[in-house]
């Protein structure tokens, strides 16, 4: 058995391949501020609260999960969102390499501005 122990973000993000990684979110994600779509717009996501948008039904479990996202707190949850956040409603399994989401971050810190 393999124990996947997200460890902390990386700072080495590739924004360019990060915006390709963005297409596993980008089906229910948009980046436009107050473009909810199946998920939160993610525009201004970094030092917001988890569950914060007031146009957006959100489950109890993200809003009092605590959050506040960060380039680390972000890559705990992408890594395993139902380990992070457990009962989010967010269908998404998880993405597994640390440098895939690394990229991701990387292109999230400049696209959500
Ligand atoms: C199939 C749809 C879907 C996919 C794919 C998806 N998400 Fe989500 N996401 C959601 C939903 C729905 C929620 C709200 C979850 C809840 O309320 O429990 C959410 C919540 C979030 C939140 C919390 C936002 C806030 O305002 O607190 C973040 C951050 C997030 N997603 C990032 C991502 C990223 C990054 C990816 C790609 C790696 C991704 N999501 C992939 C549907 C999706």
Known sequence: MTLLLPCA????GDAARGEAKFQDCAACHKLEAGANNVGP???????????????????????RSGIIWTPETLDRF???PQAAAPGNRMPYAGMASSSDRADLIAYLQQATK
């Open 9 to 12: 973000a990386r700072a080495d």
């Open 41 to 63: 717009s993610l525009h201004g996501v970094f030092g917001r609260k988890a569950g914060e948008l007031a146009d957006f039904r959100y489950s109890p479990a993200i809003k």
């Open 78 to 80: 992408i890594a395993d």
